[in-house]
């Protein structure tokens, strides 16, 4: 133990901290408070400046009107002929109605002496006033009158009578509009502001309390500023920033706008409070992490230790803090290094794992499904051959849904095995308009289809089912983003990309291409989604709606096709993407199956090995039709029995690689060792692993991936027959797909 606190570590940062923490306190209160002040202090500043614009322009067309309405009064004819009678008892009682017109709150009418003719006013003291002989020293067009407590705004307008060189003045009418502290603050920018009227260093009227008008008129007689100035002034003990602005007349006077600078930094008296709580917080949070992260810097082997056992039950994040650089800070970092490591192998294994187990899941599942493929598609032949004319169409729909399901199980294994494309040379219009009907169900009756399809265009070579993978894949990224109606665009187009676009885009190589686009009217994207439209698993769509592999797999497709993808989109206008595929100068291949007189019957014994009870039904009755002798086994084992209880020769081995008890390869190689001159043809619906298992399949082997038809079945069985020349010459018969 250490015999002086400061040479332990764990009081040295404590006092450190303390001795850090408060000043910092303090110099963040003094600054809080000095900032928080002038800020308050330039709010109120320009709040009374703006306060006071604001009033200047209300003031200024407020006697716009005034000055309207008195104009309009003067040339009332009724009131120029009361003028003209120059009688001011007339005058007064007839021109009462125009107080009550004008809206003013006093109207005045004297004659061109200067004599009051006529005086109302909605105050009863006024219009009694013997002080209304002062109002007229006016020369001007405004002047502001205060008699009683009571300020006017006046504006005068003449009376003239006659018109043109007969015209000539009769006398001058004002009108008064009541100019109050209340109506000031009525206006929102000046509501909670005090309003002050001065007039020669004299308060006329005040929303103060009547206290504080001496005061007020004693700081005037001291101060000296100009105009729209801020003053602070102190009333009652309160302190004030105050500005006005000049009220024009010919007896002007001020109106003064205070802010009090006293309640607006009120709150600072709350605010250090606060901040010192914050700061006590803050010290005692501080002493107690401090004492907290002492305890870890001193105790790391025991860190080590938790993390050990942590790391044995699979806990590889367990936090180690490691500081300074000795031995034992070293020995830490090395722990971390590697645990680190295990932790990334472990990661790398496990996601493997998964990889491979979600491939072998897909595969297996492709492999089964496209047994039910075959047998779909098989038996769908067999019936199309004595098929009245009015089941044809149907039969030719589920012999269509087999296609499609096929080429689903060739998605399935592209995923799981990396399945390797089989380009031809396609016509692309005609691969279009195969699958109009399909992508017209896929879009829905709200979304309309429009085809464009040039008649000029090459021949591309490419792989026919992920071609329409890709026609397909646009068509529901373009119903996706159509918000319920609207148009899906497919066009073909020949056209040549030169040297100058391929400089821009250095995956194009310069020479005739077949463009394909595919155009939707929907929301569009941004330029931000356009930059990652093709990444995998990105998506705009919502979670559980998409896996953001459509587009990549696009981009994958024609980039393995030797094309070129290009996009254009504007938001709320629609999408556009453009595929460019190598033109060819061939002809096209027919989809159409081959004629039946190209296909063969033949003589021997076949033995057709299959797991899956109604494909290999279905396989043994189309051979059979063939005129083949036909034997068959669920597996390798039953195929082994069968073989050795057949007496005569077997020709052909038809057998699936995978199959429960004994796969294919295991059971030609037990074949060989007994026989001869048989040949071997292999299925699989797994399109890599057969690709592998082939070194040990022989070399006159044959492989046919699922689904395949009769005569791909018939052919390839004559192509290992003739190579050992062991069946006569065939004749033609009929079809059926498996």
């Not at 019957?601 to 059979?624: C, H, I, M, N, S």
């Not at 069968?642 to 199959?659: E, F, L, N, R, S």
Request: hydrophobic share 40%; proline share 4%.
């Amino acid at each position: 133990m250490f015999t002086r606190p400061f040479e332990h570590l764990r009081t040295t940062l404590l006092v450190s901290m303390l001795a850090v923490v408060f000043p910092l306190t303090a110099a963040v209160l003094a600054l809080v408070q000095v900032r928080m002040r002038a800020h308050v202090s330039e709010d109120l500043v320009s709040a009374l400046r703006t306060e006071s614009s604001v009033y200047g322009k209300i003031e200024e067309a407020r006697r716009q009107q005034s000055e309207q309405n008195a104009a309009l009064i003067a040339n009332l004819p009724s009131l120029k002929a009361m003028m003209s009678t120059r009688d001011p008892l007339t005058i007064q009682d007839g021109s009462e109605l125009f107080l009550q017109t004008s809206g003013a709150d006093v109207l005045i009418l004297e004659d061109l002496s200067g004599r009051l003719m006529a005086l109302h006013s909605k105050s009863q003291k006024v219009a009694a006033s013997s002080e209304r002989l002062m109002l007229f020293h006016s020369a001007g067009k405004h002047d502001w009158w205060f008699v009683n407590g009571h300020l006017y705004d006046l504006s005068f307008a003449q009376v003239n009578a006659g018109a043109g060189p007969e015209r000539h003045p009769l006398g001058v009418v004002a009108l008064g509009r009541e100019v109050t502290p209340q109506s000031i603050a009525g206006t929102d920018t000046l509501a909670d502001s005090p309003i002050i009227f001065e007039r020669d260093g004299r308060v006329l009227l005040s929303s103060l309390d009547p206290a504080g008008w001496s005061e007020f008129q004693g700081w005037l007689s001291k101060s000296s500023h100009t105009q729209r100035s801020i003053q602070e002034i102190d009333i009652g003990g309160e302190r004030y920033l105050g500005s006005f602005i000049e009220l024009s007349g010919d007896h002007p006077i001020r109106l003064y706008c205070l802010k009090s600078y006293d309640q607006a930094t009120s709150f600072l008296s709350l605010l250090n409070r606060m901040l010192l709580g914050l700061g006590a917080i803050a010290v005692l949070s501080g002493t107690l992490v401090g004492f907290v992260l002492s305890r870890q810097i001193t105790r790391p082997l025991e860190d080590l230790v938790v993390a050990s056992r942590q790391m044995e039950k699979g806990d590889f994040e367990f936090p180690i803090h490691v500081q300074g650089k000795d031995e034992v800070a070293e020995l830490t970092r090395a722990f971390e290094e590697m645990r680190k490591s295990l932790r990334l192998s472990r990661e790398g294994m496990l996601r493997s794992a998964r990889l491979e187990a979600v491939g072998r899941l897909a595969g297996g599942i492709a492999h089964d499904f496209n047994n039910l493929v075959m047998i779909i598609k098989g038996y769908s032949d067999l019936l199309l051959e004595s098929a009245a004319p009015e089941t044809r169409s149907h039969l030719e729909e589920i012999k269509h849904a087999g296609d499609r399901a096929s080429g689903l199980t060739q998605q399935l294994l592209a995923f799981s095995r990396k399945q390797v494309l089989e380009p031809q040379v396609l016509d692309l219009n005609r691969t279009v308009r195969g699958m109009l009907k399909m992508l017209r169900l896929l879009l829905g009756e709200n979304i309309e289809l429009l085809t464009s399809l040039s008649d000029g265009i090459g021949r591309v070579k490419a792989d026919l089912g992920q071609l329409e993978q890709v026609i397909m894949n646009l068509a529901v990224n373009a119903r996706d983003a159509l918000p319920g109606r609207g148009k899906v665009i497919i066009e073909t187009h020949a056209c040549d990309l030169d040297e100058t676009y391929a400089a821009n885009h250095n995956e194009v190589v310069p020479g005739p291409y077949v463009l394909l686009a595919v155009t939707d009217t929907g929301c569009g994207m941004n330029s931000e989604t356009l930059t990652q439209i093709f990444e995998p698993f990105f998506t705009t769509k919502e979670p559980g709606k998409g896996t953001g592999l459509g587009l990549a797999t696009v981009y994958g497709i024609v980039k393995q096709s030797r094309g070129h993808v290009t996009v254009y989109s504007e938001v709320g206008v629609g999408t556009t993407f453009k595929i460019y595929l190598p033109a060819l100068d061939k002809p096209a291949l027919s989809p159409q199956a081959l004629p039946a007189s190209e296909l063969v019957t033949g003589q021997g014994t076949v033995l057709l090995v299959e797991d899956e009870a109604p494909l290999r039904t279905l396989a043994a009755e189309a051979l059979k039709r063939l005129g083949y002798e036909i034997l068959q086994a669920g597996n390798g084992l039953e195929a082994l029995v069968i073989a050795d209880h057949h007496d005569g020769p077997i020709d052909v081995v038809v057998t699936d690689i995978v199959m429960p008890r004994m796969g294919g390869p295991e059971l030609v190689e037990k074949l060989r060792r007994k026989r001869t001159g048989f040949s071997v043809i292999f299925m699989s619906g797994y399109t890599e692993a057969a690709v592998l298992e082939n070194a040990n399949l022989g070399k006159d082997a044959i492989l046919l991936n699922k689904p395949f038809s009769t005569e791909t079945l018939v052919r390839k069985m004559r192509e290992v027959q003739d190579s050992s020349q062991t069946l006569p010459q065939a004749t033609p018969a009929p079809s059926v797909e498996l």
